[in-house]
């Protein structure tokens, strides 16, 4: 019997088709994964089994005994963590809980967005942003960032311009507690600014703190959310960088007004229970020790990375030393085109992020890459830019130095 054919039958505009996952490449540079070195396994183990042996008869509840917003204990550990690093002054009631802060995007998206829309967002940005934008046919300004962040006089010139043309942006989606891929800071200074612009534009702000645990003096300015006086901020954040990204916990915090229209879009029904629950039980005892133990790891393989490219590429490869979070974003010479290198290095084993897939403007994007330091072992790290190194240079003749040796002749 032959099977039946489901290409005529598929829904128009589907985006393209997933690749087929074929293991990780030997030297893995990409995507935000962790450390597993650094995962608190004991700790999550023994918090599954007494929370489960304590409350697992509330398995046969959807949304166990708490409601729809998510497992109370982890939302009203949320809420305090949030007040004492991020300044966030918020209820329990005002956290919705999510699948991955991946899910936070949708419904934000979900709620505010329709086809024709125009966002502003900063210039490199975080690529499940910019393709979810993408997808919706909303149209997305970057803004230029420097060491402080998101540049405020872009921000500024793009919003007044946006309003000579009778346009309103729908909202600012920033992540200013560690940028990714950029790894800066919002200043405070800017944070008030941003604020002040927002609001003169009747323009809200998306705020996702994704990485903002990950700093390495701990030291944060207040978050945008804490910092606003009239509300219009909505701040998502998650566990997957503090904890681990498999588990798939992210959250909103918001008024209910914006909640409760989230809530009709959520359609699972609530999110992975156990999950909730093993980080209800783990975090209020363990998250704040837990942190720093895994900055001070995630700092000591920056090192390694960021000697790794001097040792390899020389000044061929220029970047600033992140204030956290686990990437590297890295300019190498403009005859490098990253989306061309993509290939040949992970033919070679090294996967690596093509700048363009994390930028609104491709030029910009062309010869930078995104590197993880995050997963990958110190020896990895090492052998995997040597060899990134070798790649570059059969491709585009760059580094003209391997191992900090000049190439004779070159
Ligand atoms: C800025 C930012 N936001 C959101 C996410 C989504 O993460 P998750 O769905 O695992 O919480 C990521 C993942 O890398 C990210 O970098």
Not at 365 to 379: D, I, V, Y
Not at 390 to 395: A, N
Request: hydrophobic content about 45%.
């Amino acid at each position: 019997m032959s099977s039946l054919d489901f290409t005529p039958l598929l829904a128009p505009g589907l985006p393209p088709p997933a690749v087929r996952w074929n293991g990780f490449a030997k030297y893995n540079f990409i995507g935000g994964h962790n450390d597993a070195e650094q995962l608190p396994l004991a700790a999550l183990v023994k918090a599954a089994n007494d929370v489960l042996t304590r409350e697992g008869r509330t398995l046969a509840t959807y949304g166990l005994s708490s409601g729809p917003l998510g497992y109370r204990p982890l939302r009203e550990f949320l809420a305090q963590k949030l007040k004492r690093n991020a300044g966030i002054t918020c209820t329990a009631d005002e956290i919705l809980v999510t699948s991955g802060s991946l899910q936070a995007l949708d419904l934000v998206n979900g709620i505010l967005l329709t086809p024709g829309d125009t966002v502003i967002i900063e210039q490199a940005s975080y690529q499940g942003a910019l393709t979810r934008l993408a997808r919706l046919g909303v149209h997305a300004v970057g803004i230029p960032l420097d060491g402080d962040g998101m540049r405020m006089d872009a921000l500024a010139a793009a919003l007044d311009d946006l309003k000579s043309r009778g346009v309103r942006a729908k909202y600012i989606y920033t992540i200013p507690t560690v940028q990714n891929p950029t790894g800066t800071i919002l200043s405070e200074a800017r944070r008030h600014e941003m604020l002040r612009l927002a609001a003169a534009h009747g323009v809200p702000i998306f705020e996702d703190d994704c990485y903002a645990d990950l700093i390495w003096d701990g030291r944060r300015p207040p978050a945008l959310h804490a910092m606003s006086k009239h509300g219009g901020v909505v701040h998502i954040g998650s566990f997957s960088k503090s904890i681990a990204p498999a588990l798939r916990v992210g959250y909103i915090v918001a008024g209910w007004d914006l909640l409760a229209r989230m809530l009709s879009l959520k359609t699972d029904a609530g999110s992975g229970a156990l999950e909730q629950m093993v980080l209800g039980e783990f975090c209020p005892a363990q998250f704040d020790a837990h942190v720093p133990h895994l900055t001070r790891g995630l700092r000591a393989k920056l090192e390694t990375l960021m000697d790794a490219l001097n040792e390899q590429f020389g000044t061929a490869a220029e970047f600033d030393d992140p204030k956290g979070g686990i990437f590297l974003w890295v300019k190498l010479p403009d005859e490098v085109d990253t989306l061309k290198l993509f290939a040949p290095a992970l033919a070679a084993g090294v996967a690596i992020n093509p700048g363009p897939e994390w930028a609104t403007d491709k030029a910009y994007g062309k010869s930078r890459t995104r590197l993880c330091f995050a997963n990958a072992s110190h020896e990895a790290i090492r052998a995997g830019i040597a060899t990134l190194a070798e790649v570059c240079r059969r491709e585009f003749g760059v580094p003209n130095r391997i191992a900090n040796v000049e190439r004779a002749g070159a």
